[in-house]
């Protein structure tokens, strides 16, 4: 099946400080993107989806100025959380999907990146 | 997109069958149905999508009824890593389709 990583698993900073996030498709060109953060407990919520050479669509209440999104490649979307605060600190997950009508027809999930700001 | 209902949590004895059920009766008539799981900590995990027709592969089968209200998943033989959240959901198959998730169904396979 397709695969989705993300990088890193894993990351701990300081309050003020930018984190960059990448998912990359590693099997599969992606002309599709979606971010989704989840807190404990939760279910996934849709930051935004990204097009790759394009701008990202938000979701209501997501601040696209915080939650910098680039898709510049079939292969390749990043988000950067800038100025990250401690209510930043959650399960960010993307997921990625290829060209309608081509495999893979639906979204695959990255494992999602744990974000601690302390 | 149509909207989806499961029931929150589910328990199994391992190694019998586990049914999901899901309804979605506003679903339209080019609306896939969807089902991904989350185990915790990790990302979601396609499991099996369909139109109209039965679906099986190697994980699991979609049963949907013939007015495609409603649709079961099945885990033909759940194991203890089977234990899981199980996420329905319903969305055309184009480029421009979110996956919105709701709450799912909590799966418990217990030995």
């Known amino acids: 099946g397709a695969v989705v990583s993300q990088h890193p698993s894993w990351v701990i900073c300081k309050s003020g400080t930018s984190v960059k996030i990448e998912c990359r498709s590693l099997?599969?060109?992606?002309?599709?993107m979606f971010w989704y953060r989840q807190f404990p407990k939760q279910s996934l919520m849709l930051m935004a989806t990204s097009n790759e050479g394009s701008k990202a669509t938000y979701e209501q209440g997501v601040e696209k100025d915080k939650f910098l999104i680039n898709h510049a490649s079939l292969t390749l979307s990043t988000l950067t959380v800038t100025s990250a605060h401690p209510e930043d600190s959650s399960f960010y997950i993307c997921?990625?999907?290829?060209?309608?009508?081509?495999?893979?027809?639906?979204?695959?999930f990255g494992p999602g990146t744990r974000l601690l700001v302390l | 997109d149509a909207k989806t209902t499961q029931p929150t949590s589910m328990d199994c004895a391992e190694g019998r069958a586990a049914n999901l059920p899901c309804n979605h009766s506003?679903?339209?008539?080019?609306?896939?149905v969807y089902w991904y799981r989350q185990i915790h900590s990790q990302g979601p995990q396609y499991i099996i999508h369909g139109l109209k027709n039965n679906e099986t592969n190697e994980m699991a089968s979609l049963i949907i009824t013939e007015d495609r209200k409603s649709s079961t998943l099945i885990l033909p033989h759940a194991t203890l890593r089977d234990t899981a959240v199980y996420y329905c959901i319903v969305g055309r198959n184009t480029g421009g389709f979110k996956t919105i998730f709701g709450a799912g169904t909590r799966l418990f396979v217990k030995a």
């Open positions: 997921s990625a999907k290829g060209r309608p009508g081509l495999r893979p027809e639906t979204q695959y």
């Open positions: 506003t679903i339209s008539g080019n609306e896939y």
């Open positions: 099997d599969f060109q992606a002309t599709t």
